[in-house]
């Protein structure tokens, strides 16, 4: 901490210090984006007094998204990685790709459309250390957007995935985030789960570990919002395998048994009930469509069974020991490639 402080009080880092922060950040077609975004990125973190890196994580980007971003890599005073993505797996595998390429000791995360300020990310920092927290994540408070398209369904969203999966934030959508990398290394991103982080931090440490900070957010300047009122219903989707997860990954048989067996008892007291009214009141059940509601909650009685069955056989052997990543990089420019 000493020599931290002397690094900063004389302006210069040293560099063969530990890398601090290593600072993520996806783009997909942000042409206009990237030059300005790397310009307040540097200007943001100008008094950073240990040792930082950018890493921008192109997601196949179909214009001059990657030939901009590449004018940085010899940047002086800038420590730039550049991860090419083979092609667009969409952002939570553009952040995963990111946060395996970091090396930095805490891994910050945010937005390439200039909506997110990174003057934000040095107070950030500070205070995840001051509170001692693992994952710290950015409130958009004042958010500059839509309120039909997109406040309105982050809110609902917010309040949905706060009552399902117990972790109390204001904000799940802010990219913003600081973590500690030893703990989001833990957690394996895929699909579009990249608004839970904080439910999936949750599976690692305890949500008190997990809090917020009110940060700045401001109007998008270029190109168009990569999303619609459709994710509403894929973050609806979403939620419920995150739901799953979290309480039956271990022991998805728990979740398959249960409908099972409840269907089976639904089946059961129909077939009884039919059975007296057959055998012991003499009524023809044959034409009955009660019959065959009682036969069909059956078998999917002992479907639903036998799924829990199977999904606990794989659950523990083949998701266990996947290691495979849900990206293809192309190319990495920088950091080491300049050495």
């Not at 797996?89 to 995360?109: P, V």
């Not at 998008?220 to 739901?243: A, E, N, P």
């Not at 057959?278 to 023809?284: A, E, V």
Request: with cysteine.
């Amino acid at each position: 901490m000493l020599q931290t402080t002397a690094e900063s009080l004389s302006g210069v880092i040293d560099a063969t210090a530990p890398l601090e922060l290593s600072l993520v950040v996806p783009i997909f077609n942000e042409e206009e984006s990237v030059g300005p975004l790397v310009d307040r990125i540097c200007t943001a973190m100008t008094g950073y007094p240990s040792r930082w890196e950018l890493i921008l994580v192109d997601d196949g980007s179909t214009d001059a998204t990657l030939v901009n971003a590449r004018k940085h890599v010899d940047r002086e005073g800038l420590s730039l990685k550049i991860v090419a993505l083979q092609r667009n797996f969409g952002q939570t595998a553009a952040m995963q790709a990111g946060i395996d390429t970091a090396t930095g000791r805490l891994i910050a995360t945010m937005d390439g459309d200039l909506q997110n300020d990174p003057n934000d990310i040095p107070g950030m920092v500070a205070e995840l250390e001051r509170r001692e927290l693992d994952l710290l994540v950015g409130w958009r408070k004042n958010r500059q957007d839509g309120l039909l398209l997109r406040k309105i369904p982050s809110w609902c969203a917010n309040y949905l995935i706060g009552r399902i999966t117990g972790v109390k934030l204001h904000d799940y959508g802010c990219s913003l985030k600081i973590y500690r990398a030893e703990i989001i290394k833990q957690v394996k991103l895929m699909g579009e789960m990249h608004r839970f982080i904080p439910a999936w931090v949750a599976g690692v440490v305890p949500s008190s570990r997990i809090g917020e900070m009110v940060v700045t957010h401001h109007a998008r300047q270029h190109g168009q919002s990569k999303y619609g009122i459709s994710r509403t219903f894929r973050v609806i989707l979403d939620l419920l395998s995150v739901m799953f997860f979290m309480r039956y990954k271990a022991r998805p048989g728990h979740f398959f048994g249960s409908l099972g067996l409840g269907l089976g008892a639904l089946s059961g007291l129909i077939l009884l009930y039919l059975f007296f009214d057959k055998f012991i009141m003499g009524n023809d059940i044959g034409t009955r469509p009660m019959l065959m509601v009682g036969v069909v909650l059956l078998l999917s009685s002992v479907q639903l069974i036998t799924t829990g069955i199977l999904a606990e056989m794989i659950a523990r052997t083949y998701y266990r020991d996947d290691e495979s990543p849900n990206y293809i990089v192309q190319k990495i420019f920088g950091g080491s490639e300049n050495a």
